[in-house]
């Protein structure tokens, strides 16, 4: 199947025509939920279009944004870009002397910014770029050079009264090969690159994102769909494109905390996740039987036991998985709404057992692949098209090969067309079309597509086998009792890892208060039982991977620590500095 190249707006408006809800979106903020009219937004949007315009912003110009998800984030996404401006989307964690470098590599014309809170980190650095026409508040107080969004918008409307046509023209000058949007990837080593996408590049990839959705949305009309990855990230974006695109409204929470009990509130029937979030649900089902007793204890066990058992290709259902589904997984469901088709999972690799058990319980869980600088998808999922340790196949006009080092290479409509002001680093990946990906990977006699590692973090032990890290540490933090792990060895005789206990868990089986993560840490029982997690988790592995020795960390990585990236990847470099002792430690003592 092919598509003529559009641009995004002309997308969300086809798809806009056809919501028959008549709502765009939904935003929970400060404990409170805020529908939007789909005329609503389109008259503002227009007005803040014409007020950017008013106040300087022209075609390729770049505008940052930082904010959380919500409609006011869409809204400003979609004035830019219908006046051929730039959104250069900044994460609500990145700190400010991050941003202030992305301003000025950018070249942004304004910045964009929610609360007061969120520019805080900003404030000491604004002054400095000298590229700032203005800067603008979506719910800040305005002071000094500090200008309201609402004003921007009045200053539209006068703009509309003086010339009505304006708005159109503009409009019609944004072509599909113009850039739609700079996005800064996170980088775990150098500066960030900015990547350069058109609105042509993401437009491929929204028109491929409705084939393998797991839902009719030419039939099924009435769904809602649930966002709570940032919109500053190309994947979470790209889907919210695409929900537009299909007519339905989309519900921006507020605090992944409160994240049960919204879904429960919305009602939603999909939605992007990570696996982080995917392993936490699974860990706290696993804990659930401890909570019961006799009978019900019994039942519960053997119904997980079953779920991740699914093979999700044939996916029969027998008399054991109906009894189960009636009496268990039915109301695992009616937990999360009652009214969830499934989810797809992106960002890192989904472990088996969380594909095997999500799927298990009656959901679609699927997964996708691809980077910021293929708009982003390569290749996904579907519900025909599942297989274990797979990111599905490759999606309709991309081509994929494994190059000599087993590198996977990419080309296809969805690449981007460089980095920004970076020359020497596009012509590293970039070569006659053909974009390097950096991971390393394999394709099956059927076509799915496999990611084993990223090149870069593979390592040598010293007895010259190679280790990639991140599908050990995947299984480890699959592990009821193992919140993150960082696997180590570059040279050593065998792989070591760094492990953060699940504190809740592992502190209420020992006794020891969950929030006194230090004593955990240090505890002998605690290392007893991740020593048993490793123990049941390494025989899965070839002898050299199997993880030998470990220490127990007191906190776990974070972004602001600086040791986990906005899209929570690891900073290797920055952990085996920091943590330099520890791993001093696993290789001074004999491993058990």
């Known amino acids: 199947m092919t598509y003529d190249p559009a641009t995004i707006t002309s997308l969300v408006d086809k798809g806009l025509a056809n919501n028959e809800t008549g709502i765009i979106s939904s935003t929970k903020r400060k404990g409170s939920w805020k529908e939007t009219s789909i005329e609503e937004f389109k008259t503002k949007a227009k007005h803040l279009a014409l007020g950017l315009y008013a106040m300087g912003v022209r075609k390729g110009d770049r505008v940052s944004l930082h904010s959380e998800n919500s409609t006011q984030w869409l809204m400003c996404d979609y004035a830019l870009l219908s006046i051929g401006a730039v959104n250069v989307p900044i994460y609500t964690t990145q700190p400010g002397d991050q941003i202030k470098y992305i301003l000025e590599n950018s070249e942004a014309k304004f910045h964009i910014y929610s609360t007061d809170d969120l520019f805080e980190s900003l404030k000491p650095h604004y002054s400095e770029i000298k590229t700032l026409d203005a800067v603008i508040t979506i719910f800040g107080e305005v002071s000094g050079n500090i200008l309201s969004l609402d004003s921007i918008i009045e200053k539209g409307k006068e703009k509309e009264e003086e010339d009505p046509q304006l708005y159109q023209k503009l409009r019609d000058e944004v072509k599909p090969d113009d850039l739609a949007s700079f996005i800064y990837t996170s980088g775990t080593t150098g500066p960030p690159k900015g990547v350069m996408l058109s609105h042509n590049n993401i437009a491929s990839n929204i028109f491929v994102a409705m084939e393998r959705v797991p839902f009719d949305y030419k039939t099924e009309r009435e769904l809602k769909m649930l966002s709570f990855l940032p919109l500053s990230h190309i994947f979470e974006r790209m889907l919210d494109y695409t929900y537009m695109h299909m007519g339905y409204p989309i519900y921006y929470i507020e605090t992944l905390d409160e994240i049960v009990d919204d879904i429960k509130h919305v009602k939603p ?85 969380l594909m095997q058990f999500f799927n298990g319980i009656g959901f679609y869980c699927g997964q996708g692949y691809g980077l910021t600088e293929t708009s982003p998808v390569i290749s996904v999922t579907d519900r025909q098209n599942l ?136 505890s002998d029982k605690a290392r007893e039982l991740i020593q048993k997690a490793v123990d049941e988790i390494n025989p899965s592995l070839a002898e050299w991977e199997q993880v030998k020795n470990f220490k127990l960390i007191t906190k776990p990585f974070t972004i602001d620590d600086g040791e986990l990236t906005p899209t929570l990847k690891m900073k290797r470099r920055v952990i085996q500095d920091k943590f330099s002792k520890q791993i001093e430690e696993i290789y001074e003592e004999e491993p058990a």
């Open 387 to 522: 297989r274990i340790g797979s990111v599905g196949k490759v999606i309709t006009g991309v081509e994929v090969k494994i190059a000599e080092d087993g590198e996977i290479v990419t080309k296809g409509p969805n690449v981007m067309q460089g980095y920004f002001k970076m020359p020497e680093a596009t012509k590293e990946v970039l070569q006659d079309g053909w974009l390097k990906t950096g991971d390393i990977g394999k394709i099956d006699k059927d076509g799915f597509l496999y990611v084993t590692d990223r090149k870069k973090d593979l390592f040598k032990l010293s007895t010259g086998k190679y280790v990639a890290p991140q599908n050990i540490e995947n299984m480890l933090a699959n592990h009821p009792y193992i919140e993150q792990a960082s696997v180590v060895g570059n040279a050593q005789k065998f792989c070591g890892a760094l492990i953060v206990p699940a504190f809740e868990t592992v502190g209420e089986k020992i006794g020891v208060d969950p929030n006194n993560k230090e004593e955990i840490a240090n």
């Open 269 to 353: 029937h999909f939605f992007a996740t990570v696996p982080r979030l995917l392993e936490k649900v699974y860990a706290k089902m696993k804990s659930k039987p401890n909570e019961l007793s006799g009978l019900q204890k019994k039942l519960f066990i053997w119904a997980l036991n079953l779920a991740e058992k699914r093979d999700v290709e044939r996916n029969d259902s027998g008399l054991k998985y109906k009894i189960a589904d009636k009496l268990i997984f039915s109301k695992m469901r009616d937990a999360l709404g009652g009214n969830l088709i499934g989810m797809i999972s992106g960002g890192a690799a989904l472990s088996p057992v």
